[in-house]
């Protein structure tokens, strides 16, 4: 059974900094692309960053490229998610997610984690 843990729940200023992390068990971490959504209230679901499996290519929305840095350790299981320079409309329920290859569409990604909230205050 594969399970996605986000962690890193936080509250922060406008222009501050937080890191997500996302531990995975169940599968075969390194083999697999990992991505990062989020999820702002009354809104649909939107791509944040992905990463591929083993050689670690990644994508970046628009509005986060510059800011967003997401990487993986695959020895622990663990993707992240470096947040800089964060901004009001930020503020969201994030969200990790698992499959085999890359994509930036949340419907075709089988796997995810329950989610956590980040609120950054102006």
């Known amino acids: 059974q594969v399970h996605l843990v986000e962690s890193g729940v936080g509250l922060v200023q406008a222009g501050g900094s937080l890191r997500l992390s996302c531990a995975a068990s169940g599968l075969g971490f390194s083999s697999v692309a990992m991505a990062w959504f989020r999820q702002a209230p009354g809104k649909e679901r939107e791509f944040v960053a992905s990463?591929?499996?083993?050689?670690?290519?990644?994508n970046y929305a628009d509005s986060n490229k510059g800011r967003f840095t997401i990487s993986r350790d695959n020895a622990k299981n663990v993707v992240y998610l470096q947040m800089n320079n964060l901004k009001p409309e930020d503020t969201a329920v994030y969200y990790c997610?698992?499959?085999?290859?890359?994509?930036?569409?949340?419907?075709?990604?089988?796997?995810w984690g329950q989610g956590t909230q980040v609120t950054v205050s102006s």
């Open positions: 997610a698992a499959r085999f290859t890359l994509a930036t569409t949340a419907s075709v990604y089988p796997y």
């Open positions: 990463i591929s499996n083993r050689v670690g290519s990644t």
